[in-house]
């Protein structure tokens, strides 16, 4: 892929049809809004959110489909309208590159809420597996000093993730016990989070040879979700469960670990098993939690280069992201894989 190419038009990795391996395509480039901004992608994170669209799992998907929404590259074109960032700048985008600006959740600064959400991702039309995308200037954001482009392209979109609900419903600098179940993309960054806002944490996973990892990524407990006697001795000890699993099999004795009144929140799509008399006479809350806005987003990256949280990648070229897609798929990526457009240095 060539930094000189024409602006008229991008090459990028696109699936023709459902769960079909990606082939690199030339296509016409999108025009600017007069609020967008058209960028040059250097890097590009996978994402099991773009495996998940690539089959269709979301029956939202338009072929051919070029995937890709956790993106860094640099500012090539600007519209009218643009302020903030300008034509050289270096930038991120993350899975929400637009919003409608104008719904009751746009309106009050909750933009990851907008009605008009499915729009609103990156990828459409075509997404970071490519030469360049286009957004929202608003939803570009310039990278704190001394950010590696890799560790940003993850944090874009994982980062923002976990950052939000840790946010959201524990309080900074409480002395609150907190339980990250699944120790992967999401969970090793969410564990470095935590650690940093200061809470105990406990990491639960099905694989044991995770342990050590996770306690170095600032776990100050580990669980194996397979072993019963361990979830019992933290019976109604957890103020909180953040689950960024994708799969458990031992969900009851899991949900055993939270308080009275404690919180269980989602920020993936698991398949769960849950039993109401639990939820009832412990009165727990049951809460998902999507991406973060624009705020969130900008006050994360400045927290994650302060606490020097970073995620644990593999860097692949962008020619080898079929390869890359297979190690997702797998669950072989530790943690996450970062394409790279050499070429667009």
């Not at 959201?168 to 600098?173: I, S």
């Not at 849950?274 to 009165?283: M, Q, T």
Request: charged residues 25%.
């Amino acid at each position: 892929m060539d930094k000189k190419q024409p602006s008229s038009i991008i090459h990028g990795y696109a699936a023709e049809a459902q769960g079909r391996p990606l082939k690199l395509q030339t296509f016409k480039a999108p025009k600017l809004g007069e609020h967008d901004v058209r960028i040059s992608v250097t890097h590009c994170g996978v994402c099991h959110t773009d495996v998940s669209a690539i089959d269709d799992y979301y029956e939202i998907t338009k072929y051919p489909f070029v995937p890709g929404h956790e993106i860094v590259g640099y500012v090539s074109e600007a519209g009218s309208a643009v302020s903030g960032v300008k034509e050289g700048d270096r930038v991120g985008v993350g899975w929400q590159g637009r919003s409608c600006m104008k719904c009751e959740w746009c309106l009050s600064g909750e933009e990851h809420l907008c009605m008009d959400i499915v729009k609103a991702a990156t990828w459409d039309p075509y997404g970071g597996f490519s030469t360049s995308v286009v957004a929202d200037s608003r939803f570009a954001y310039h990278l704190p000093k001394g950010m590696r482009p890799e560790n940003a392209a993850v944090l874009l979109c994982a980062g923002v993730t976990v950052y939000s609900p840790l946010r959201t419903y524990v309080k900074k600098g409480s002395a609150q016990k907190l339980g990250i179940i699944g120790v992967g993309g999401l969970g090793h960054l969410a564990i470095q989070f935590a650690h940093a806002l200061g809470f105990e944490v406990t990491a639960i996973s099905s694989s044991p040879k995770k342990k050590e990892e996770a306690l170095g990524f600032g776990a100050d407990h580990f669980i194996d979700s397979n072993d019963r006697d361990a979830l019992r001795r933290v019976e109604f000890g957890l103020d909180l469960l953040l689950c960024t699993a994708s799969t458990l099999d031992n969900w009851f004795a899991v949900m055993e670990t939270l308080k009275k009144r404690g919180k269980f929140v989602l920020v993936g799509f698991p398949s769960i098993d849950l039993e109401p008399i639990d939820i009832v006479s412990h009165e727990l809350a049951i809460a998902g939690s999507f991406l973060g806005n624009r705020v969130t987003m900008k006050e994360m990256l400045k927290f994650a280069q302060e606490h020097d949280i970073k995620p644990k990648i593999e860097l692949m070229p962008m020619s080898q992201v079929n390869k890359a897609i297979k190690r997702v798929k797998e669950n072989k990526a530790r943690y996450r894989v970062v394409l790279e457009n050499r070429a667009q240095h």
